[in-house]
Each structure stands twice: as structure tokens, then as C-alpha cells.
């Protein structure tokens, strides 16, 4: 039997939500030794202690916001490629499921791409799992559009260019403003290009 929501759960959830994201936007802004938790917990009108009632500390604040991130990739990439028919539009659909996530998340991206030395061996073991997890999401997506010889396609080859990819992608948040991130050319401009550096024949 399912236990129902109640009001109080609801306002805890969002108040953990709350936080996930002004730490995200903090470290993005500050690194994770500029910010402390009495930081994090002026941005949502708590006080710093009271961030320990959803929180064990800092670095267990900052292993959430990169499980969560490194979850919602495979969730959502998983979902899109699902949904597609062939494997043209499945490639298609992954590549504009990471920019419109690229482009909406780039202060977690940052942080991921700064501080992850500072998560817990536990909390950097599950990124690393879930990452490699993408990663095979992508090839099995890009394998037909590149069979080789005899059918067998390049393994190496294909996370090469996946992770390649990924590189051309992620780095939209540190080549951009956030204004230039909101409009749709961009998107088109980092479609385009990802799907190029995918098939080029070699």
C-alpha cells in the first residue's frame, strides 16, 4: 500500500529542490570552495544549519546535484530514443534532447566540468556509472548509421565520436552568454554541427 503525499512532503520536496538548484547556481557562479552552506541557504531564506534537514553537508548537497543531472540524461535520453521509429530520427532525437538540456542546464555542466574532484569516492563512482550509461545509450543509437566492415562496428570509434559530441556540446556554457543560450539559432547552430561531427565519414 502506497503511503499518500501528504502537504508537508509536498513543501519539503520542493524546498530540497529549491536548494539543489541555488547550490547548482552558486557553484557554477563561485566553485565549490567559494560557496558554504550558509551561502546556499540565504539563496531560499533559510539559515545554513536548516539546509542540513534535507542535506547531510556540502559535499553530499554537491553529489546530489550531479547524480540528479547525470539521472535525468539517462531518463530522458532514454525516453526520446524510445519514442523514435527508425534510427535516423533516434540519433536525431538525442542530439536535440542533450542541446535543449545543454542549453537549459549550463550551470550544472560548469559544475561538472569544475568540481567534480570534490564529490565522495561513492557519490563520483555512481556519476561515472551513469555517464558510462549515456555514452552506450549514444553508440547503440549511432551503431546502424555507421555498421563497417562486415557489419561490426568500431566500438572505440563509436565513443569517439560520442563523447566528441558531448565535448562540442557541454562546452555551449562556456562559449556563450545566457542570452545567446535562449535563442533558438543557437540550438539550430549546435544541432547541426553535432550531427555533422556524428556521420563524418572517415
Not at 570509434?157 to 557541454?170: D, H, K, P, S, T
Request: charged content about 25%; aromatic content about 4%; glycine content about 6%.
Amino acid at each position: 500500500m502506497t503511503t499518500p503525499v501528504t502537504a508537508r512532503d509536498r513543501a519539503k520536496a520542493e524546498r530540497s529542490d529549491a536548494i539543489l538548484q541555488a547550490a547548482a547556481r552558486l557553484f557554477a557562479a563561485r566553485g565549490y570552495s567559494g560557496v558554504s552552506l550558509e551561502d546556499i541557504g540565504t539563496a531560499v531564506g533559510v539559515s545554513g544549519p536548516a539546509v542540513y534537514r534535507h542535506f547531510a553537508g556540502k559535499q553530499a548537497l554537491l553529489g546530489a546535484v550531479l547524480v540528479k543531472v547525470s539521472q535525468d540524461l539517462i531518463s530522458g535520453g532514454q525516453r526520446v530514443a524510445d519514442e523514435a521509429s527508425n534510427a535516423e530520427d533516434r540519433m536525431r532525437a538525442l542530439i536535440g534532447f542533450h542541446v535543449d538540456f545543454a542549453l537549459g542546464n549550463a550551470e550544472v555542466i560548469q559544475v561538472q566540468d569544475r568540481d567534480v574532484a570534490y564529490l565522495s569516492e561513492e557519490d563520483r563512482a555512481e556519476v561515472r556509472r551513469l555517464q558510462r550509461a549515456y555514452i552506450e545509450l549514444w553508440m547503440d543509437a549511432l551503431s546502424p548509421l555507421h555498421p563497417g566492415p562486415e557489419g561490426r562496428t568500431n566500438q572505440d570509434e563509436l565513443r569517439l565520436r560520442v563523447q566528441a559530441c558531448f565535448g562540442l556540446i557541454n562546452s555551449t556554457p562556456h562559449s556563450t552568454r545566457a542570452a545567446a543560450r535562449r535563442h533558438s539559432a543557437t540550438a539550430i547552430v549546435l544541432i547541426a554541427m553535432a550531427d555533422a561531427a556524428l556521420r563524418a565519414v572517415t
